[in-house]
């Protein structure tokens, strides 16, 4: 059975940093792109990061570039979100998924999501 379950998701003062995890089952997540997104209230998803099956290069939106960063450790078939400087506007449903990872539709399966609250 595949599956994909976050953890990490919590509360945290604006500038503080999260660790977001995914830990895969069910598959071997090393043979996919990887990719984070989010759901803020009242607004659509949106991709957070990505790396494509097919090369290492890491996407990221505009709104995290150099706050965020996606990796994995294909040891623990784990993918991971690094948060850090995080912002009120970060709060959000933040959601793990994998697939080709070549653009932002490109993922086939998803977690349920772990909720992150940016507040003083």
Same mark, same amino acid.
């Given at each position: 059975q595949v599956q994909l379950v976050e953890s990490g998701g919590g509360l945290v003062q604006p500038g503080g940093s999260l660790r977001l995890s995914c830990a895969a089952s069910g598959f071997t997540l090393g043979s996919?792109?990887? &990719?984070?997104?989010?759901?803020?209230? &009242?607004?659509?998803?949106e991709g957070v990061a990505r790396i494509s099956v097919s090369d290492d290069n890491t996407v990221d939106a505009d709104s995290v570039? &150099?706050?965020?960063?996606?990796?994995?450790d294909n040891t623990k078939n784990t993918m991971y979100l690094q948060m850090s400087h995080l912002l009120p506007e970060d709060t959000a449903v933040y959601y793990c998924a994998a697939g080709g990872g070549h653009n932002w539709s490109d993922f086939a399966s998803w977690g349920q999501g772990t909720a992150v609250t940016v507040s003083s």
């Open positions: 996919y792109g990887i &990719g984070w997104f989010r759901q803020a209230p &009242g607004k659509e998803r570039k &150099g706050r965020f960063t996606i990796s994995r």
